[in-house]
C-alpha cells in the first residue's frame, strides 16, 4: 500500500515563507506526477502546483505562479513545494498528491481525478 506523508507548514506572517515535503512509503512507487492541492472550507480543492520527472518543467496555477517553486529528488519519492511571498490568502490546507498518469498537460495534472493517492494534508495560516 502506498502511502503519502507530509511535513511542513504552520503559521506564519504574510510575505514570509514556508516550506511543504512530501514522501512516498510503502510498496515501490514511483509515480508520474507529484501535485500539491489546496482548500479551504466549503470550496473545492485548487490545484497549486504539479511535477513530473525531476529537473522537468513544473506546472504552476497562476494564483502561485512566481511564489511558489515545486521540485522533486532524483529518486523520484519525494516532492517539495517552497513558498515564497505568502498572502493570507494562501491559507488552507495542503494536500499531497501523486498518480500514475496518460497524457501529461496542465488540464490533467490540475485535476484531482487524476490522482489516485493522497497526504493527510497540513495547514498553512498566513496572518495579515
Known amino acids: 500500500q502506498v502511502q503519502l506523508v507530509e511535513s511542513g507548514g504552520g503559521l506564519v506572517q504574510a510575505g514570509g515563507s514556508l516550506s511543504l515535503s512530501c514522501a512516498t512509503s510503502?510498496?515501490?512507487?514511483?509515480?508520474?506526477?507529484m501535485g500539491w492541492f489546496r482548500q479551504v472550507p466549503g470550496k473545492d480543492r485548487e490545484f497549486v502546483a504539479a511535477?513530473?520527472?525531476?529537473?522537468?518543467?513544473?506546472y504552476y496555477a497562476d494564483s502561485v505562479k512566481g511564489r511558489f517553486t515545486c521540485s522533486r529528488d532524483n529518486a523520484k519519492t519525494t516532492a517539495y513545494l517552497q513558498m515564497n511571498s505568502l498572502k493570507p490568502e494562501d491559507t488552507a490546507v495542503y494536500y499531497c498528491?501523486?498518480?500514475?498518469?496518460?497524457?501529461?498537460?496542465?488540464?490533467?495534472?490540475?485535476?484531482?481525478?487524476?490522482?489516485?493517492?493522497w497526504g493527510q494534508g497540513t495547514q498553512v495560516t498566513v496572518s495579515s
Open positions: 498528491a501523486a498518480g500514475r498518469f496518460g497524457p501529461i498537460n496542465y488540464v490533467t495534472v490540475a485535476h484531482p481525478g487524476s490522482y489516485g493517492y
Open positions: 510503502g510498496r515501490t512507487f514511483s509515480p508520474d506526477i
Open positions: 511535477i513530473s520527472w525531476p529537473g522537468s518543467s513544473p
